[in-house]
């Protein structure tokens, strides 16, 4: 049986709709017949909401990463095909975690080594962050998606990202895949249309083809404990997801 691909959604900006593609992407992959698994790497548990997962407080992500219990341990079903790790607050404490100095860095990795063989993709989903978490996504991972919204201060973000993934590679010793999601996009803003081509300039074959457009609907899912398949998959948004979904697995990008 081949490894999971495990991809981490990651901007260090907040607001651009990380986890709001961390849970539709789980979703549309799992109903085209992957078994998915998805990871809340971030102590707000916004993933874990929005998947409508109220959880146990011994089934979350920090019982196995500080206490050392098997990940398996702690994951529950989400929807057919896509099991989720939850998190809470508690999470954050592996923020302060120094002891183990290096090795703090590959505590996901070393759990996630376990799962690669049951399941197609894992998505983490990382909080907007630079610190041990984010850390752990990274060396964990073998893929970056990067959601990012129409204005120049996300290019700024996203161009010192693509910096910081390049020193990684390096500690590394590996190339990671980067995509890009144009995210909350606002296909009538002149400034949005300009970010987007000057995207296309700088970071050629990484734009997934579907931009996600900002939606009010994106925004009341996870109210609902719902994805956008399940809310209304009749919806342009949904339709745009099911594409993006395509995206990912052709590899398909702006530039084909």
Not at 158 to 171: D, G, S
Request: aromatic fraction near 6%; include cysteine; glycine fraction near 6%.
């Amino acid at each position: 049986m081949s490894q999971a691909r495990i991809i981490s959604v990651l901007n260090q900006k907040g607001g651009v709709g990380k986890t709001t593609l961390t849970t539709n992407l789980s979703h549309g992959l799992a109903i085209k017949g992957f078994n998915v698994l998805a990871v809340d790497l971030d102590p707000q548990a916004q993933l874990t909401a929005s998947l409508g997962i109220l959880s146990d407080s011994d089934k979350v992500l920090e019982k196995s990463l500080l206490d050392d219990v098997p990940l398996s341990s702690v994951t529950l079903p989400a929807r057919e095909k896509l099991n989720i790790v939850p998190s809470s607050h508690g999470l954050s404490a592996l923020e302060k975690l120094s002891s183990n100095g290096a090795s703090s860095g590959f505590l996901l990795k070393n759990k996630l080594d376990h799962e690669i063989k049951k399941y197609d993709f894992i998505l983490i989903d990382c909080p907007p962050s630079s610190g041990l978490l984010v850390l752990n996504a990274i060396l964990s991972s073998k893929e970056i998606i990067t959601p990012m919204t129409g204005d120049y201060l996300g290019l700024q973000g996203l161009a010192y990202l693509m910096r910081t993934m390049k020193r990684f590679e390096k500690i590394l010793e590996k190339e990671l895949s980067q995509w890009v999601v144009l995210s909350r996009f606002q296909t009538r803003r002149r400034l949005s249309q300009e970010v987007k081509t000057r995207l296309k300039e700088y970071f050629p074959d990484k734009i997934l083809k579907t931009d996600i457009s900002e939606s009010v609907l994106l925004a009341e899912c996870p109210g609902f404990g719902k994805t956008v398949f399940e809310y209304r998959p009749t919806s342009k948004s949904a339709d745009e997801y099911r594409s993006l979904v395509d995206d990912f697995l052709l590899e398909r990008t702006h530039h084909d």
